[in-house]
């Protein structure tokens, strides 16, 4: 099977052009290593990393917070031409947030608000081996901070890197490691 990395960050906000760069680099880079690409199915800097993986012909898959394709694209205005499949959760934001973490085998974080921050807690939460793009702004570059204020310790991986290419090789190094060790998919732990 192909490691699945899932970019999760901003959905819109202010996206600097240098911002919008790292995160076509990450999704070519992502493409590269033969990884399957997955998000949100949001714009912003995810859909940037989706626009990179297409560029070097990557497998794209979405997690929609709709019900369909016309909910999709009406109520929530995202795109949907780049992507291979999009899974309809009809969840709605915060509740395709876990279908979304849970299908990753490593979860990058760009950017971010209040939505991201909600998926990094997840995927620390239940021992995610996470990547953060530093640089991006937004939640991105306080999660060490947060980790620091949250101290709690799960079987999560941070990996804190600002070069695109580089988080993508430490990551995929890291994830052998968690495989070879057995440790890559183990269930969340139960002391909540």
Do not use: W
Request: charged letters at 20%; aromatic letters at 4%.
């Amino acid at each position: 099977m192909r490691t699945q990395i899932g970019v999760m960050g901003s959905a819109g906000g202010v996206l600097k052009a240098e911002v919008l760069h790292d995160c076509y680099r990450l999704g070519q880079c992502i493409a590269q290593h033969d990884c399957v690409l997955l998000t949100g199915a949001c714009p912003g800097l995810p859909h940037e990393a989706v626009l990179g993986a297409n560029s070097e012909g990557g497998l794209v898959i979405g997690v929609s917070p709709a019900l369909s394709l016309d909910e999709h694209i009406v109520r929530y205005h995202s795109p949907h031409q780049e992507y291979d499949a999009i899974i309809y959760t009809g969840s709605g934001l915060m509740g395709r947030e876990i279908t979304n973490i849970r299908s990753c085998d490593v979860v990058v974080i760009v950017g971010g608000r209040s939505g991201t921050l909600g998926e990094f807690a997840i995927a620390y939460d239940e021992g995610k081996l996470i990547g953060i793009l530093e640089g991006t702004g937004g939640i991105a570059d306080h999660l060490q901070e947060v980790v620091r204020i949250i101290n709690k310790s799960t079987r999560a991986e941070i990996i804190y890197e600002r070069d695109p290419e580089v988080l993508i090789q430490r990551l995929l190094e890291a994830f052998q490691r968690r495989m070879e060790a057995g440790t890559a998919h183990l269930p969340p732990e139960a002391d909540g």
